[in-house]
């Protein structure tokens, strides 16, 4: 046998089980067609009804979800304004409050340095006075209880027998 009967035979062979394979593989594609073609029937079957009756629901609620945006965006405008608002209110009256708090704070500060100056004054005009003219009048008690009485006493007398009036008293 020659060679070229050998290879014509081998070859024959090969497309016999090349033609047997591609055979297989167009029966085995088929039948999965089949069953996917059964699936997306199955699955047609059970989602188009929900997507009808979704589509249904969207039409039915599509003017009041519509409404309902609208109303919300008018509301969060509406929020947004009387926020603003409330801030400005909030910021004025923290202001003013700052001012009559700067006010109250320099009255009180004046208050004080009158208080101040007023009992300076007194001071310098009443009591300074006060003090001279008891020191003075108990000179003078001390002498003439001296002159006219007490001239068997040393020293005009004791000190608890002529009795200097208090400071604390003196201007009470």
């Known amino acids: 046998m020659d060679k070229m009967t050998v290879f014509v035979a081998l070859t024959g062979i090969a497309i016999f089980l090349q033609a047997g394979i591609l055979l297989a593989m167009y029966l085995a594609m088929r039948h999965s067609s089949l069953r996917v073609e059964a699936i997306a029937a199955e699955v047609k079957a059970k989602v188009v009804p929900a997507v009808e009756q979704a589509q249904t629901l969207l039409t039915e609620f599509r003017p009041r979800l519509l409404v309902i945006g609208e109303n919300l965006e008018e509301a969060t405008t509406i929020l947004r304004d009387q926020v603003r608002r409330a801030d400005a209110t909030v910021t004025d009256a923290v202001d003013r409050g700052r001012l009559q708090i700067i006010r109250a704070d320099e009255l009180l500060t004046r208050t004080l340095d009158r208080v101040e100056q007023t009992s300076d004054m007194v001071h310098s005009t009443v009591i300074s006075p006060v003090r001279q003219l008891s020191g003075l009048m ?25 009795r200097p009036v208090p400071q604390d008293e003196m201007f009470i």
């Open 138 to 162: 108990q000179g003078i008690t001390v002498g003439l209880e001296f002159l006219f009485g007490g001239r068997g006493r040393r020293n005009g007398g004791s000190r608890e027998e002529r």
